[in-house]
């Protein structure tokens, strides 16, 4: 076996792919989030179908995704290769009395990844799948005056099946044709136990990240008497409190704009 594979296949290998998968992962969680802020913009759901459609039709990002996706499956894969790997090891568990949130954070990242994927396939089913891949998401038309920089809003009904998007020029208004993805977010996020899901995953993800981000750069070897504390505190504020509060609000808010209308 070459040396390469030799170190891949060992278990200092398996939780180096582990931390750099993961300290990808966490580099889209910025991204998403800083996209998906757009909901917060009242006008009508035009910038954040825009940036929907921009993910899914600019192929750059559209490599990046298929990344995205294979770094989620690896990262699963090996977690499980690796709890199944250190349980034939060590079948007793160590006995401790340390209950710090870092402490039940690291203890139960098995259990808190689970909850996390299972969160991933409902929420990709719900939105990226039936974005993708079916006709149930509808269209919208924004018209903006160019003179005025005012939008309005209307249903578009395409007359080809093969229409994705289309933006055009008519007279002094521009006309943007996109899908429709913010009224399906809002429709998921107008259901409580659609939110009581997302609320319950994103305090999953703020324990696994407490934990992960610290240990994936522990991992690599980057370890610094002056860096780590830059670390430990980008992965709590961060990572295990801005991020996981930032999507938990997002259905939240929703939710309880849904019930004032
Ligand atoms: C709570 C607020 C969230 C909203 C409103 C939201 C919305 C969306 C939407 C509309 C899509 C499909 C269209 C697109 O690619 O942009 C998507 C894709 C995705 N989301 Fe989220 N998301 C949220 C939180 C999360 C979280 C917390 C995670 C991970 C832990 C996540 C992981 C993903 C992944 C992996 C994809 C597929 C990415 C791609 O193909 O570009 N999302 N999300």
Redesign the pocket.
């Known amino acids: 076996m070459s040396d390469f594979k030799q170190t891949f296949n060992s278990s200092l290998g398996k939780k180096l792919i582990m931390a750099l998968t993961g300290l990808f992962?966490c580099t889209?969680?910025i991204v998403?989030?800083g996209?998906?802020l757009l909901?917060f913009s009242k006008d009508g759901g035009f910038g954040?179908n825009v940036?929907?459609n921009f993910?899914?039709h600019f192929p750059p990002?559209?490599v990046?995704?298929y990344l995205?996706?294979l770094s989620?499956i690896v990262h699963a894969v090996y977690a499980l290769v690796l709890t199944i790997g250190n349980r034939k090891a060590r079948p007793v568990k160590y006995a401790s009395s340390n209950n710090s949130p870092a402490s039940v954070s690291s203890k139960n990242m098995g259990l808190l990844g689970s909850i996390?994927l299972v969160?991933?396939v409902i929420?990709?089913s719900d939105?990226?799948y039936k974005?993708?891949y079916t006709d149930t998401v509808a269209f919208k038309e924004y018209r903006t005056n160019l003179s005025s920089g005012i939008t309005t809003v209307s249903d578009f009904t395409p007359t080809s099946k093969d229409f994705e998007h289309s933006v055009s020029t008519q007279g002094d208004e521009e006309v943007v044709r996109v899908k429709d993805?913010?009224t399906?977010?809002a429709a998921s996020?107008g259901q409580l136990w659609y939110v009581i899901i997302?609320v319950i995953?994103?305090g999953a993800?703020s324990f696994h990240l407490l934990h992960g981000f610290q240990s994936a750069f522990r991992t690599v070897g980057w370890i610094h008497r002056k860096y780590t504390p830059v670390i430990e505190f980008v992965g709590t504020w961060l990572f295990a409190v801005i991020?996981?509060l930032?999507?938990?609000?997002?259905?939240l808010v929703y939710y309880f704009q849904s019930l004032s209308k």
């Open positions: 992962l889209f969680l998403h989030l996209g998906n909901l954040f940036y929907a993910l899914t990002v559209e990046v995704a995205l996706y989620i996390l969160f991933i929420h990709m939105f990226w974005y993708k993805i913010h399906k977010v996020f997302y995953a994103m993800l991020i996981p930032g999507f938990a609000l997002m259905p």
